[in-house]
């Protein structure tokens, strides 16, 4: 058991002095953020299969007015509000924060991905208040070592690509 935290805590310390860069659109649907390992010698790019970016890519989303989730938002604020001017009397697009990791996988040392899951739905306003589930947004995330023009030596470096997969409607009952 002592071996077992002194393991994850040597990990989580190897984390933490990793220096990692700005999260950098790609497209309306996509971002992608290249870290700089402690341990320059090697890696596992698993470790960084974490979804710590998830919800900034949520945000960055929902900032251009192009992405598939600003869309949708677009799509269920005007079936329920009649006047999207006046959102405080109608209600509000609500994105789960929390997410759900739904599968994972790694190819070794070098690659691993995997894909998160959110809740989004319509919270409308009154008296009372009315959450209702309408979509569930899937986010892929993959790490990949970099390596140097050998093709064979870790660069030092791992990219994180994070991007939209899909969104399913839920069915209503």
Not at 77 to 88: A, G, K, P, Q, S
């Amino acid at each position: 058991f002592i071996a077992f935290i002194a393991t994850v805590s040597f990990a989580g310390v190897s984390y933490a002095e990793d220096q990692v860069g700005p999260l950098t659109k790609v497209s309306a649907n996509s971002a992608s953020v290249s870290i700089q390992t402690e341990d320059a010698e090697s890696t596992q790019a698993a470790y960084y299969v974490n979804g710590a970016e998830i919800n900034a890519m949520i945000d960055m989303m929902l900032s251009d007015p192009t992405s598939e989730l600003s869309k949708l938002k677009t799509k269920i604020l005007t079936e329920n509000c009649d006047d999207l001017e006046d959102l405080d009397v109608c209600g509000e697009f609500i994105v789960s924060k929390d997410r759900t990791m739904t599968s994972f996988g790694r190819g070794g040392w070098m690659d691993a991905g995997a894909t998160y899951s959110v809740f989004v739905g319509f919270l409308a306003s009154g008296t009372g208040h009315f959450l209702e589930l309408s979509h569930i947004v899937m986010i892929n995330e993959s790490a990949e070592a970099d390596l140097k023009d050998d093709g064979f030596t870790y660069a030092g470096t791992v990219t994180k690509k994070i991007a939209l997969q899909r969104i399913v409607e839920v069915p209503s009952n």
